[in-house]
């Protein structure tokens, strides 16, 4: 009988590269695999290579508790593809220190010098995954959490490691900056960021962060998915269907999309950046949207598509959440789900709602 071992798979790029694709087709061969997707935006990934049926996307989990969840296999291997092979170390490092203190064996999937990690004593697991793999092992530091230094005024100070100029930066989703240079730290006081070293700061960003725990935070840079795919567009056919449609509202939420648009025909989403990814994604599940956006795209996901039906509302500058907060009491009664006929009546009610404060639409 073959050996269990769990694959936790980690991000889109190693999806598009097809590195998930070969390291699923090898392993297969000498182990019995059950492979699920750790965090959230490499679902689309998932669909778009066809590989639903191989890797389970059903659930969305944090990258330690989907590692937690596969600890009763013989092995647990986190497969990743980072900007770098350092930078992909200094992931596993946190994401392994987060979960429980099992062997884990990570496969950093780049294109020309990737390499196996061992972590927490998985040595010799990963000595054998080395040879069907005819990849080296790279001896990584203990397993740590983020590392948070304080100072003598009382704030807290988190590093980020390989931002680069030119890249948006995130905390738990939502874009507070653009980084200026590769020394980028977060600070925050009272659960309140106060600054980013190395930063342009988006203010608009901060304020709605609100709160932070700068330990367990998401801290991500640059786009949500760098490398080139083909989107695989859902049944458009789907929705053609009469009696009330479901209608859910996506704000400012873009990483919940799976989880709020089950079971929904249309979706309404407030926000630039929501509207690009949340329509993207819908794009794959045949489900038409309705944006709200002022045009304070941040880029986070470029090459961006959306489902033919579709239309985005363009209000004027700073005005999204306003009209946002105006749909989702008028036409959604204060909740985030109603019903409707159409996509068209949707889209008239939201233009009716905007008022004064609509530029323009653009339907697709």
């Not at 050996?3 to 999806?15: A, K, L, N, Q």
């Not at 959230?40 to 969840?69: N, Q």
């Not at 988190?158 to 507070?176: D, K, L, S, Y």
């Not at 695989?232 to 919940?256: F, N, P, T, W, Y």
Request: aromatic share 4%; with cysteine; charged share 25%.
């Amino acid at each position: 009988m073959k050996p269990d071992i769990g694959i936790v798979i980690h991000g889109p790029e190693v999806i598009d590269s097809g590195g998930a694709r070969h390291v699923l087709d090898v392993l297969q061969e000498h182990y019995t695999v059950t492979a699920m997707l750790g965090g959230t935006m490499g679902r689309t990934a998932v669909l778009d290579a066809g590989l639903e049926d191989e890797i389970d996307i059903s659930r969305r989990m944090a990258l330690s508790d989907t590692i937690d969840l596969l600890s009763w296999t013989d092995a647990v291997i986190l497969l990743s593809r980072g900007k770098s092979l350092d930078s992909g170390i200094a992931f596993g490092r946190i994401a392994v220190s987060r979960a429980k203190k099992i062997p884990v064996i990570q496969i950093e999937c780049q294109m020309r010098n990737g390499a196996i990690i061992p972590w927490n004593g998985a040595t010799e697991w990963a000595e054998a995954i080395a040879r069907i793999m005819s990849l080296p092992i790279r001896t990584p530091p203990p397993a740590q959490n983020v590392r948070l230094v304080y100072t003598a005024d009382g704030l807290m100070h988190r590093r980020i490691h390989n931002a680069m100029p030119g890249e948006t930066i995130r905390i738990n989703g939502i874009v507070v900056g653009t980084a200026v240079s590769r020394d980028v730290e977060i600070v925050v006081d009272g659960f309140r960021v106060v600054a980013i070293t190395g930063t342009r700061i988006k203010e608009h960003g901060i304020e709605k962060l609100g709160k932070v725990d700068l330990k367990s935070a998401l801290v991500r840079t640059g786009s949500i998915r760098r490398t080139q795919h083909e989107a695989r567009v859902g049944r458009v056919g789907a929705k053609e269907k009469s009696g009330d449609l479901q209608v859910v509202l996506i704000d400012h939420d873009a990483e919940s999309t799976f989880e709020l648009s089950e079971g929904a025909d249309i979706a309404v989403t407030v926000g630039d950046d929501t509207t690009a990814i949340a329509g993207d994604i819908l794009y794959r599940l045949g489900i038409p949207v309705v944006g709200i956006t002022d045009m304070d795209l941040d880029d986070v996901l470029p090459d961006t598509n959306i489902l033919p039906g579709s239309a985005v509302l363009r209000v004027k500058p700073g005005y999204d959440d306003v009209v946002g907060t105006l749909v989702r009491d008028r036409l959604f009664g204060g909740t985030g789900q109603t019903v409707a006929q159409s996509v068209e009546s949707v889209r008239e009610q939201v233009v009716e709602i905007a008022e004064a404060r609509l530029v323009e639409v653009v339907l697709y």
